[in-house]
């Protein structure tokens, strides 16, 4: 664990500092550098066609079952020169674990000032479910050298989200820290030279989307849990629709309603029950395509 407090202190510093920023060049309003989560699927956490994961607790072998992902800053503008970044997960039932440093995890650095574990300083505050890292020169009024072509060749840092037979069907998120002060994702612009301007980003919404997790004990699709997709599955979903529709109330098991989201857009409604027909005639057809696969592609 490293010290991450000299960063924040320097942003601050670097922060009243700051004069207009002037820079025509770069002066677009609307462009925002953002930070995204990167999933890296297993048998048990499949990623959907919305970046959704979808944890199947019915293929745990042990306690627990985890999955890594990775998180990434996209800057097309390449002015990034200071950042932090912050995530968390509130729920107590799927715990941050595995905090790494991109050295560590892949043998480089987006930035080439970073080349080594020790200049980067990573925090993992389990107590919190809470990770921080934070890239920092000190009051260097450059943007950092990429390593590579594009800021998102290499992840900022990795980590491990852990799920374990407790958990209950449900969905859950990992997601950028925004809005307090110090606790919060920050990306500052650094336009060099004696000028010393500075731009501020707090990324957050579309520049800062969670990685949302959505936990049943079932495959996508597998209302009635038989390990296959059936046409009965999907109308259980239109049945379920209906209810739904008529009173609020789908019928549905926490497990069931999980694995009845097949777009995993976070509503049961007839797109689902069509989308899973669909795959249902494929795979009578011989198609040999997991729901996963599927979907990806459909
Ligand atoms: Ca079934
Ligand atoms: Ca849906």
Redesign the pocket.
Known sequence: MKKISFAVSTVLAASMLAVPFSDAAVDDSSYQPSLYFKPIETDEAQVLKNGTVYVNSGLFTGANNSFNAEVYIDDDQKFAGHIIVKWKCDSEYIALDNLQDPITLCGNSPYSQFKKSSSIAVTAHPELNEHFISYSLGMNTEPFELTSENSDDYPLAGFSAVVNNETPAGRYAVEFMSGEPGAQCEILYKYGGDTMNFKEFFPVGDYAKPMKINVSDRMLGDIDNDGMITGSDATQILVAYTKLSSNGESGFTPEQEIAA?????????G??ATLLLNYYTAISSNCKLSVYDYFLNN
């Open positions: 989201d097949i777009d995993a857009d976070g509503i049961i409604n797109s689902d």
